[in-house]
């Protein structure tokens, strides 16, 4: 049973930016110098979806908008573009939230899939119209893939090591009733 307190909603909304900072800290490690030939999970976006979805209360758009500029200006993207994204498709997805406490878990993989595949399509076609230099759209692809295959992993980690887990109908009746 997910715990409601207020002390752990707090400190779940605290867990969030920590954990997104361990996450870029890593990407920026170099542990690789020649590039790629394939693009990693945008583990970012994954963590802020799968929130989302199972604790809207733990993730603000607050704070989902300043970890995703901070990964912005680090990763040397284009400030504010992913962010703004990842913040409406993350708000889409609270949105739905309430219907996905009844449903499937492929159903809210399907969802997530479609908001990925969203994100990454409107982030490709603002570059263009701007002009601005990106890479490869074989990259772009790949990463779109392998965030929407990892998907399952991020919520397994999150809801087995840190607790983030969906609300049932009661506990959500609570939270909305404590507002």
């Known amino acids: 049973m997910a715990n409601t307190s207020p002390a752990r909603i707090w400190t779940m909304r605290l867990a969030f930016p920590a954990l997104a900072l361990l996450v870029m800290f890593f990407h920026l490690l170099p542990l690789e110098t020649e590039p790629r030939f394939w693009a990693p999970p945008d583990l970012l976006m994954l963590l802020a979806m799968a929130w989302s979805l199972r604790r809207p209360d733990f993730v603000p758009a607050l ?3 300043l970890v995703m500029l ?7 993207r284009p400030p504010g573009l992913l962010a703004l994204l990842t913040v409406l498709g993350c708000g889409f997805l609270k949105a739905r ?3 996905h406490r009844e449903s499937t878990f492929a159903s809210e993989w399907l969802a997530v899939a479609l908001t ?4 990454s399509t409107l982030n490709r076609l603002v570059l263009v119209l ?3 230099q ?13 965030t929407i295959a ?3 992993l991020a919520v397994w980690a999150s809801q087995s090591i840190l607790g983030v887990r969906k609300l049932s ?3 959500a009746e609570t939270l909305v009733s404590r507002r």
């Open 63 to 65: 704070s989902i908008g």
């Open 134 to 146: 990106q890479a490869p759209l074989g990259l772009t692809v790949i990463q779109a893939v392998m």
């Open 169 to 171: 109908p009661a506990e």
């Open 116 to 119: 990925v595949t969203g994100i």
């Open 130 to 132: 701007f002009g601005v």
């Open 97 to 99: 939230a309430a219907p």
């Open 70 to 76: 901070l990964a912005d200006l680090l990763f040397q």
């Open 150 to 152: 990892a998907y399952p």
